[in-house]
């Protein structure tokens, strides 16, 4: 949607004119983004304007070369004229050099706090964003919206001055030259440029299709040759129809690149004949003196070349209101997302809480909870204290509310009444930093990034040393695993870890957890989808883990509670049941039901 030279113009997309009516984007707040920049704006406004004025000594150079200094055998004057256009090239290149290297130089110093802030404040975002918002609509946002602002933040808005400033001059130096010229060219002009319009939006509503196409393509590679969509594709015998989807998808390209090619070669033959006929009507004319009364062959021929000349910044102008709403369009998107409410702020004066001196004492105070688009609460009145170095575990039915109480404890969200405390202070009153460095959480759905071991155990502590990497995975049991691998912490692990089983990628992440060291440990259904063997090992690297830590435990296995200072029963956001394993199996409550299930699981309908 923006107007590049050579590639003609474009028009306003409906889409664009539709965002900016739900989300409009004031000048203010478009000027502030170049605000810290404004005298480099100014100093390349100046040098534009310079670039404009010094290019139109070209043509009087010409004619008096052809007027003057050859008729008369003047070579001295030959000489200077000569040296003249030579210099006008030369300061006008630099001048172009120098405006190139401000203008972009401010477009993506613009462009790169546009991403920075986007990606930062969506980091502060809480998990409720996350889980609503599809992942491609995000990096769409970050990636290609931002890139989208390129063409206005380092061309779109120089180009107004500079072919407003190209146009001004060059139609004061054809009225210098000849003025009946300058009429005639009033009369020829128009026609060729909006041919030139017709052939381009004809082009250009191709190229958004084939965009369209090409993005489907992509769209396609990534859910068929991705490693989740490999498998999905080997196991559900999919690879046929996948196939059959692309190749009709590249069929469609073969089409549309054709009409690419084929696009407006008619009205390009027509235009053609125009910009033949504009200077053969000029000569036309300079042959008639009654017309144009008296003119030198020189002025003809610099009429001709700012005849020429002044199509260009023309056609520049008439697109430069669709590129502009465009921009404005993508604007609104990323400032939709900068405007977003933080659901998790960050406090503006953190209390300090030194790792050394953290004890583990959590406290959750009459806490309750409810989602953003909820109209019930998930949590009512929780009202509990975990000691420190204690373990506590929590079972209960689906939506009973496990999974917010940890995910309240690690501040994935904030209480709606209430407060959760570490040590006695609010955990909304700690810096990002100290949470993090004092609270670890595992959780069922591993994550490791595609990068080394190595690397992704430092992701936890980046000071860390091999020896102390190898005692972490040491202690999390999978030490042999690593130590058999031809490259042993240098191995990449996979997209999202799956060089790995999924017993092998929890002790890698229990052995970054350990190299974090909290105070406090969250364990949020680490066992419940691996198999007895694996899970026996594993219990015993999170034993490992949880030794002197406060730690908070949501399992399906009851046997992986069975070591739990204590157990709480929720039920409905309610903590119904509380006490020590054998305390709760001698009540005949609901924990003691549960002890003749077989192998002590948890039914289905107790499963989050």
Known sequence: ????????????????????????????????????????????????????????????????????????????LLVWLAVGMVAVAAFTGVLGVWQTWLATGVGQKVMHWLRTAVFGHLQEQSLSFFKRTRTGEIQSRLIQDVSGLQSVMTSTA????????????????????????????????????????????????????????LADMQSQVEEALSINGAMLTHTLGMADMRLDQFADTSHQLIGLELRSQLAGRWRMATMGIGFAAIPALLYLAAGVPQLVGGITIGTLIAFSSLQVSIFRPIMGLLNIGASWISSLALLSRIFGYLDLPVDVPEPENPVPLPKESVRGVVRFEHVAYRFPDGDADALSDIDLTIEAGESVAAVGETGSGKSTLANLLVRLADPTRGRVTLDGVDLRQLSRQD??????????????????????LR????????????????????????????EGLATVVGARGHRFSGGERQRIAIARTLLADPRVLVLDEATSALDNDTERDLQAALDALSVGRTTFTIAHRLSTIQGADRI???????????GSPAQLAAAGGRYAALLGTPKGKLPPHWVQ
């Open 1 to 76: 949607m923006q107007f590049e030279a050579g590639r003609g113009p474009s028009r306003v997309d409906p889409k664009d004119l539709a965002q900016l009516a739900e989300s409009p984007v004031s000048w203010r707040r478009v000027l502030a983004l170049f605000a810290p920049h404004k005298w480099e704006l100014l100093l390349v406004t100046a040098i534009i304007v310079a670039t404009s004025v010094a290019s139109l000594a070209q043509p009087f150079l010409v004619r008096a070369v052809i007027d003057d200094a050859l008729p008369n055998k003047n070579f001295p």
């Open 568 to 578: 709480i029963v929720l039920d409905r956001g309610r903590i119904v049941e509380s």
């Open 158 to 213: 120089t180009s107004i001055a500079s072919n407003l400033t190209t146009v001004v001059a060059t139609a004061a130096a054809m009225v210098a030259l000849n003025w009946q010229l300058s009429l005639l060219t009033l009369l020829v002009l128009p026609p060729a440029v909006w041919m030139t319009r017709r052939v381009a939006l004809l082009r250009r509503d191709i190229t958004s299709a084939k965009q369209r196409t």
């Open 459 to 486: 992701a936890a502590n980046p000071q860390a040393d091999d020896d102390e990497l190898w005692r972490a995975l040491r202690t999390a049991q999978v030490d042999e695993v690593v130590a058999a691998l031809p």
């Open 435 to 456: 949470r993090t460095r004092v609270i670890g959480m595992v959780t069922q759905e591993t994550y490791l990034a595609h990068a080394s071991i190595a690397e992704n």
